[in-house]
C-alpha cells in the first residue's frame, strides 16, 4: 500500500488519460541501482505558473528508512525565486504506466503547501519493488518503466515575515594584526586597518586616535567594523565573539577587550569609546607605544547568522 511521509489519506485510481504536464521514460532502469543511482531528480518543468521537478528513488528513500519499495516525490525546483515568506498550495498526481493495459496508476493525496523549508511532498511507498518488477504487472517492460505528473496550483500567498537562526558548529576565529607607526604624528580623526576576513565576511579595526564620544581627548577608541555592508541583506544578523588587543611590546602585558554583538545593515560597528586611557597608553613602562608604534590585534569569530525566510 503506497503511502505519504505522515500517513494521509491518498487516493488511489487508474486512468487511460496521460498526464497532462510531465512525464519521465526511464530506459534499463535495473542500471540506476547498478550505478549506485539512489535519487533521480528529472528536469524542470512548468504547471501552474511555477517550475516543478519530480524526485524519484528507485530502491527507495534511505533517508526516510524505506525498504522494499519506490519512492516519489514533487519537487518544487526553485523555491528560492518565491521570494521570502512565499508559498505555493497545490494538489497534484503522480502517475505510474501499466504497458500491459495501456492505462495509469495514479496517486494522489491531499493539499499541500511547498515553500522555501519544505520544497518536497510525494510517496514514501509508492508501489513496492516486487509489484514494480513483475513484469506481468506492466508497471517495468523490458527494463523500461514511465512516470508522470499533473500539478494544479490552488493559491499562494505571503505569510507574515519570518527569519531563521543558523549557529555555526565548530567555528573558527581569525586574527589579524595591525602595525600603526608614527603614532605621535597621526593627525585625522579616525584611521581603518586593511581589511581581513573572518566567517566569510570582510572586516576591518577602526581606531579613533584622540578618542570618539564620551572618549574624546582621553581615551584611544577602538571598534570592529563590518567591512562589506553591501553584501548584508535586510534581515541579516551576524552573532560575533571578538577579542581587541594591544601588544605591551616590553613584557607582554598586552591589554585586551573581549565581547560578543550582533552585527547588521544597521549595527555595522562595536567597540569601545574607552578603551584605554591616553596617559596609561603613552607611559612608556605600559609597552604599548614603542618607539612611536602600536601593535593592535582582532581575533573575530563568527558563531551565527541570523536572515530572512
Request: hydrophobic fraction near 35%; glycine fraction near 8%; include cysteine.
Amino acid at each position: 500500500m503506497a503511502s505519504l511521509g505522515d500517513h494521509d489519506e491518498i487516493i488511489k485510481s487508474v486512468s487511460d488519460a496521460p498526464p497532462t504536464h510531465y512525464m519521465v521514460k526511464i530506459e534499463s532502469f535495473s542500471l540506476l541501482t547498478k550505478h549506485a543511482i539512489e535519487r533521480y531528480e528529472t528536469e524542470s518543468f512548468e504547471a501552474g505558473g511555477y517550475k516543478w521537478k519530480l524526485v524519484l528513488y528507485p530502491n527507495g528513500n534511505k533517508s526516510k528508512n524505506i525498504k522494499d519499495h519506490v519512492s516519489v516525490y514533487l519537487a518544487l525546483a526553485d523555491s528560492t525565486s518565491l521570494g521570502p515568506g512565499w508559498e505555493v498550495t497545490a494538489v497534484f498526481r503522480l502517475y505510474l504506466l501499466d504497458q500491459n493495459k495501456d492505462s495509469y496508476l495514479i496517486l494522489q493525496g491531499k493539499e499541500r503547501r511547498f515553500h522555501t523549508v519544505k520544497r518536497e511532498w510525494g510517496f514514501d511507498k509508492f508501489i513496492p519493488t516486487a509489484t514494480f518488477f513483475n513484469a506481468s504487472n506492466g508497471y517495468l517492460m523490458e527494463d523500461t518503466c514511465m512516470f508522470g505528473a499533473d500539478v494544479f496550483v490552488s493559491k499562494e500567498r505571503r505569510s507574515g515575515r519570518g527569519e531563521c537562526l543558523s549557529m555555526i558548529k565548530d567555528a573558527t576565529s581569525s586574527k589579524h594584526v595591525w602595525k600603526i607607526e608614527n603614532f605621535s604624528k597621526l593627525d585625522k580623526e579616525s584611521y581603518d586597518s586593511n581589511t581581513f576576513f573572518a566567517g566569510d565576511r570582510k572586516w576591518k579595526l577602526r581606531l579613533y586616535p584622540s578618542g570618539t564620544k564620551q572618549g574624546t581627548g582621553t581615551n584611544l577608541s577602538i571598534y570592529l567594523i563590518l567591512a562589506d555592508p553591501e553584501t548584508v541583506s535586510d534581515g541579516t544578523k551576524i552573532f560575533t565573539e571578538f577579542t581587541v588587543r594591544i601588544f605591551d611590546q616590553l613584557q607582554g602585558r598586552h591589554i585586551a577587550g573581549k565581547v560578543t554583538k550582533w552585527f547588521s545593515r544597521s549595527s555595522l560597528e562595536n567597540g569601545w569609546v574607552k578603551y584605554v586611557s591616553m596617559v596609561y597608553f603613552k607611559q612608556p613602562s605600559s609597552g604599548l607605544l614603542l618607539k612611536d608604534v602600536c601593535l593592535v590585534e582582532a581575533d573575530v569569530c563568527v558563531h551565527g547568522i541570523t536572515s530572512a525566510l
